[in-house]
């Protein structure tokens, strides 16, 4: 696909927040209430090939077709290509013709910004090729949050208009590959950083609260987080106890992860009130990708 | 609202005829409360919305029987002076929850005394050895070996907490499904569970898949895509037992190990029930 065509056809899902009748039309989980349909947004999903095994949902179709039977109306997709290869441009662009191909995912480019020419790729990503967030693998691209080059980076972003979703980790420490072992990223200087960009937006994903978060992180309302590892029967309802429902994202990491256990996590076991719970599962995400003053 | 059967959730209907039986609930694992009970009640409630969401049948739970299995020896007098303490959990819940008790291989004259206090006599189901804390002791040791011996007379069900960790184990009494492969195949008519598939599953799984006596669990792991299939293709639907890990683990990540899972239904229900009721002798 051209470049051209590539920028219109992600713009035209993205750019009009509005997912196409015919998606809609194959989700079977709608729920008709008061407050109208539960329409679910996963913000985080990865295309391709994880690199350490073939997972069942790696296959762009089954994947989509996988989450319309689940509900999920719309969902930002990086690309597990972003966390090793060295070409992010190439990976971006890959990604978009990808994503292309369905209305409900919305691509979401691999910046690292200890890569020459990164400025660039965030460019093409806000640019031609219409994304509306940037993935960061910090632990596997090997930077630390304070680091000067992650500033500027926010910076850019914030100028940009992206969505900066920084990836704590994609696999249980526990269970990583020898060779590749990657520790969570460490948050602490996350506050600071995003306090110094006037605008930026932040998303963490797949962290893993263990007991209250700094008090740093409860304050910096521009951060925000899914829910794929937040784990325990009441893990999402703390995680809302913590920082604010209106902090709070559902997100899936599928198809590493089994996207069922987020949702019902989040739906079905939380106890959350209605409001809360449709500004959850996609309310928040709308707000943040479209909803920018 | 009615979400029956919708985002990710079997209907309760199809929850209800899989006939749930968890064989891995952790309601306060690591300590049961000064009192012997209180902090497991707590967390029994604290898990109750997932087993009626779930539509769980039983669950089984590990208790402290004052074998000195947590670090608090006030605690650990108590249930050794009085005992119907560690039964409260079973009296309160007696529909829901069957219990095995946690064993100190580290003190196998109590142990075995224990075994034949709280199974030969009941009402627990069988023995857990941990794998962490002052009792966890690697399943290959000849303390663990001696247990076994009386465990299998007794008939009951063991359960061994199984971890391989990226770096190496997390204590020294930690086992791995290879440790426990080699114990099992020393009492080859005796069924193991091995808990937690050894969390890195892939190898967990093929570590024990050459030992017919082992079966595998499915909790204590992220919702990581491809276990199941990946375990009922190398050992089997009726070698594997689910359990839920609640409520420090979630329904949704548990349950869904299974019920989404590209696996047939009836191994579903074989894995969601029916093979821990086996071993039972349901």
Known sequence: ?293 | MDRDGQFGLPSAAALQGYRIWDSYFTPSHGHPGPDGFSAVLADIERSRRALELGRFEKACYFAHVGLGTTRDAELETLLDAEPDRVVVPLERYPDLLLGMIQLNANDPGASREAIDRWIVEGPMVGAYLPGGGPAALTCTHRNVIGLVERLAEAGAVIMVHTWIKTGGKGGPGESTPAELAELARRFPGQSFVCAHAGGEWEKGIRAVRDVPNILVETSGFDATAGFLEMAVRELGAGRIVFGSHLPSRSLGTELSKVTAAEVTEEEKRRILGANFRALLGE
């Open chain 1, 1 to 293: 696909m051209k470049r051209r065509a590539l920028l219109e056809s992600s713009l035209s899902v993205a750019a009009a927040g509005i997912v196409s009748t015919s998606s809609l039309s194959k989700s079977e989980n709608r729920t008709q209430d008061g407050g109208g349909v539960l329409s679910v947004f996963d913000t985080n999903v990865s295309l391709f090939r994880w690199p350490f095994r073939r997972l069942p949902l790696d296959e762009t179709e089954a994947l989509v077709r996988r989450l319309r039977e689940l509900g999920v109306a719309r969902a930002l997709a990086g690309s597990f290509e972003g966390v090793l290869h060295r070409d992010c441009g190439a990976v971006n662009r890959r990604l978009a013709e990808e994503c292309a191909r369905f209305s409900e995912l919305l691509p979401v480019g691999t910046i690292d910004p200890g890569r020459p020419g990164w400025e660039s790729d965030l460019e093409e990503c806000a640019g031609e090729l219409g994304m509306r967030a940037i993935r960061l693998f910090p632990n596997y691209h090997g930077y630390a949050l304070g680091d000067r080059r992650f500033h500027a980076l926010l910076e850019r972003a914030a100028t940009a208009g992206l969505l900066v979703q920084v990836a704590v980790a994609l696999e249980d420490t526990r269970t990583q590959h020898r060779l590749v072992a990657v520790p969570d990223v460490d948050l602490g200087p996350l506050p600071e950083a995003v306090g110094r960009v006037p605008g930026v937006l932040v998303q963490v994903l797949n962290d893993r609260p263990r007991g209250a978060y700094p008090e740093a992180l409860l304050d910096e309302s521009r951060i925000s987080f899914d829910v794929a590892r937040v784990d325990g029967t009441d893990g999402v309802a703390r995680l809302r106890d913590m920082v604010g429902w209106e902090r709070v994202l559902f997100g899936s990491h599928a198809p590493f992860l089994i996207p069922e256990a987020a949702l019902i996590r989040t739906v079905h076991e939380s106890g959350l009130a209605e409001h809360e719970l449709r500004c959850i599962v996609g309310g928040n995400a709308e707000r943040l990708l479209f909803d920018k003053a």
